[in-house]
């Protein structure tokens, strides 16, 4: 039982860093929009800025939960072939 529960709370965060990541690329891009229209010699920075301050963290944490269902996957084929 506290195995599905670990399973689905894995997923339940990730699900959330994808929607931050997604909420923060949309408020992002019209930041940087508004940025270019207003001060077009920092709309780079602020891209830059941006792409750096959503990328880093969500593609660690996607990195992470791959590992993560990597091992549980070798885990579960591991179990599978001892049963046999």
């Known amino acids: 039982m506290s195995i599905n529960v670990k399973i689905a709370t894995s997923k339940l965060l990730l699900f959330f860093v994808m929607l931050s990541y997604f909420f923060g690329l949309g ?31 969500v593609g660690t944490t996607i990195v992470f939960y791959s590992r993560k269902a990597e091992h549980e996957n070798v885990a ?5 072939r001892g049963e046999e």
């Open 27 to 57: 408020l992002g891009t019209y930041l940087v929009l508004e940025i270019f229209r207003n001060h077009p010699d920092w709309a780079v920075q602020a891209f830059i800025a941006m792409l750096s301050y959503i990328g880093v963290p």
């Open 76 to 80: 579960k084929i591991e179990c599978s």
